[in-house]
């Protein structure tokens, strides 16, 4: 029927007449086009009128619409066609209201919503889910993360913080180092000291009255312990006898064997015990050092005498400046007195002259029992890189080779302050040679002054 009203109204390109006014093409379009629309959705109940009406347009009423069988005239055609175009529209309006609640009511809010609702849920708990997933690979990743990083930091502390071979020597060997060079200053003014009272002439000494009793004692030792037959053509038998230690023949006056040779000296004056190292060093300095002792003097020529007081004073000056000279002699016999080896540093430095080609007997002539600090720094600042064994020990870790290069850092340090004290001690020196050529001087300008003074 649609095809056919369609048709009809394409060859008639009239209005269509619509009660209460007339309607343009495009509102016919759109008549024609909901109504062919909702034609197969729409089944209208059959009525009287539609029965008799064949075809449901609104056309003119001087055309005749329907086949030659209705029998019906233009005018009750109008009225019948006004009155089924009513029903058609309100049954049209009343069919999209109920596909409206339809499409609410049941599609939507029976069917659709509630499945929408557990859509949505199960959407959110599977998003839920992916969100725990993904939480997981972050936890994952993370832990994986700090793993790697810790074993890493363990791989490095294993790494670096194996020390090397030479490390380890540098380490054993300096343990006493401290405690060595504080018994060396302890013998320097051990040292300084007994050559004072000798000088001074102090109460109960071997000088106390004055040069020739320091000489007889001197002499008796010489008998006793330093004196060599063989010396002056053989002719000193009757003054040396045979008792004497041939080890100990004239180091009263050996300067190599007494001090310079030996690395470390048996000296201690901390107890009442005299070993051979003392009374060599103490014979040695003697000769070395104030060899004619000063005249005594009584109190009786010092009281109220001012030029004898004077003479004195002369003579401690001469004492002043002799203990600057001699204390380059004390300090190296300091530097080689025999240490505290409570840290068994010894047995370290044996292996490091060992490893050098010495033999164990060399070895204990040469270091003794409680190396020195002279000993222990000879090793330290020249010995030990006089082995292959150090020059191979550098094809270690950087670190390693870091840590060794700090260790002699500050092995140089405490060797240059050795050598800082040494030109300390030689300008000290220096100066009172220089004060002893300007005494000359002084004495001409002095004498000068007083013939200016006196008026010749």
């Known amino acids: 029927m649609c095809g056919i009203a ?23 379009k759109v008549l024609i086009a909901v109504i062919c629309l909702f034609a197969g959705l729409v089944t209208l109940p059959p009525t009287p009128a539609m029965a008799q009406v064949c075809v449901l347009m609104p056309y003119p009423c001087t055309r005749w619409t329907c086949p030659e069988s209705c029998n019906l005239d233009p005018q009750q055609n109008c009225e019948q066609s006004e009155e089924i175009y009513d029903e058609v529209t309100q049954h049209t309006e009343d069919r999209f209201d109920e596909h409206e609640e339809w499409m609410v009511d049941d599609l939507f809010l029976r069917d659709l919503l509630p499945q929408m609702k557990s859509m949505t849920e199960q959407l959110s708990a599977v998003a839920m889910q992916q969100v725990q997933i993904i939480g997981t690979f972050f936890d994952a990743k993370h832990q994986l993360e700090t793993q790697r990083l810790f074993q890493e930091m363990a791989a490095k502390a294993n790494h670096d913080y194996t020390p090397s071979a030479a490390v380890c020597t540098i380490g054993s060997s300096i343990r006493s180092l401290a405690s060595s060079e504080r018994n060396g200053d302890l013998t320097m003014l051990a040292l300084s000291k007994h050559a004072l009272e000798r000088q001074l002439r102090v109460a109960n000494a071997n000088a106390t009255e004055g040069g020739q009793e320091d000489l007889e004692g001197r002499i008796e030792q010489f008998r006793r312990v330093y004196c060599d037959p063989n010396d002056n053509n053989g002719e000193l038998l009757a003054i040396c006898g045979a008792g004497t230690d041939p080890e100990r023949r004239n180091k009263d006056i050996d300067y190599a064997r007494t001090l310079a040779a030996p690395t470390t000296l048996q000296l201690n004056f901390s107890d009442n015990i005299m070993t051979a190292d003392e009374e060599d060093i103490l014979a040695l300095s003697s000769f070395l050092y104030s060899h004619d002792i000063s005249a005594w003097l009584p109190e009786a020529r010092l009281r109220d005498n001012q030029p004898n007081i004077e003479k004195y004073y002369d003579t401690r000056s001469v004492t002043a400046q002799r203990s600057v000279a001699q204390h380059s002699f004390n300090t190296i016999a300091a530097m080689k007195t025999a240490g505290q080896d409570d840290a068994d540093t010894a047995r ?57 290069g700090v260790s002699l850092q500050a092995i140089s340090t405490m060797q240059k302050r050795d050598i800082f004290k040494s030109t300390l001690r030689s300008e000290a020196m220096i100066s009172v040679l220089l004060e002893l050529e300007l005494l000359d001087q002084e004495e001409a300008v002095q004498n000068s002054l007083n013939r200016l003074r006196d008026g010749y």
Do not use: C, W
């Open 348 to 404: 370290y430095l044996r292996a490091v002259l060992v490893e050098m080609g010495m033999t164990v007997d060399d070895v204990d002539r040469v270091l003794a029992e409680n190396p020195s600090y002279y000993a222990q720094m000879g090793i330290l600042t020249k010995a030990m890189f006089q082995r292959p064994e150090f020059y191979v020990g550098l094809y270690d870790k950087n670190v390693n080779v870091a840590r060794k």
């Open 6 to 28: 369609g048709r009809k109204l394409r060859m008639a390109g009239i209005k269509a007449y619509i009660p209460g006014g007339g309607a343009t093409a495009g509102t016919r």
